[in-house]
């Protein structure tokens, strides 16, 4: 199973909306409505920040959002803040009944 | 509320072996698949393996066929890691995945060096 496409690095001055892509195919991102997505800080496990494509658990700033077309989903974070600066990663369920993820996006609040 | 609290993990000779445990609770276990995801330093996330929620279907990446065993008892995890390589050594997080959420671990440091 191939990882998903993610963006090495993205970035964006507080207050503005970046948003992360995450490119699969039909037996993963484009087959499912099951991408998550993760932010990961130094030393951290991942937290989950979007789960089933656009779903927030509880607790998760409603300045992040998530959607999908086709076989590329995508994390939009709005409002950008200093404490956004992360690593971001996509997961998708698969037709193996298993899990790919993304290679990860380095955030860089400027 | 959920918890997942992975141990076992430690400093271990190439061609060794170590055995790593991840203890459930909050969540009723046999009703989930649950999953090994590795992540080496400095790099990105790499799923491992998984076990289906009665043990009787179970998945490996390539990168450890052969070598690992993940199995699974009443509320506990465990990942069986032989002939450990260099390309091993990593922070192993268990984790329940699925639809409708995940859960992590907060992840077990395996160093493979001699």
């Known amino acids: 199973q191939s990882a998903l496409t993610q963006p090495a690095s993205v970035s964006g001055s507080p207050g503005q909306s970046i948003t992360i892509s995450c490119t699969g195919t039909s037996s993963d991102v484009g087959g499912y409505n099951y991408v998550s997505w993760y932010q990961q800080h130094p030393g951290k496990a991942p937290k989950l920040m979007i789960y089933?494509?656009?779903n927030r658990p509880s607790g998760v700033s409603n300045r992040f959002s998530g959607s999908k077309s086709g076989n590329t989903a995508s994390l939009t974070i709005s409002g950008l803040q200093a404490e956004d600066e992360a690593d971001y990663y996509c997961?998708?369920?698969?037709?193996?009944?298993?899990?790919?993820f993304g290679g990860g996006t380095k955030l860089a609040v400027l | 509320e959920v918890q997942l609290v992975e141990s076992g993990g430690g400093l271990v000779q190439p061609g060794g072996s170590l055995r790593l445990s991840c203890a459930a609770s909050?969540?009723?276990?046999?009703?989930?698949?649950m999953h090994w995801v590795r992540q080496a330093p400095g790099k990105g996330l790499e799923y491992v393996s998984a076990?289906?929620?009665?043990?009787?279907s179970t998945y490996y990446a390539n990168s450890v066929k052969g070598r690992f065993i993940i199995s699974r008892d009443n509320s506990t995890l465990y990942l069986q890691m032989g002939s450990l390589r260099a390309e091993d050594m990593a922070v192993y997080y268990c984790a329940r995945l699925g639809a409708g959420g995940a859960a992590w671990g907060q992840g077990t440091l395996v160093t493979v060096s001699s």
């Open positions: 909050g969540f009723t276990f046999s009703s989930y698949a």
């Open positions: 997961s998708s369920y698969t037709t193996s009944s298993t899990w790919v």
């Open positions: 076990i289906s929620s009665n043990g009787g």
């Open positions: 089933d494509v656009s």
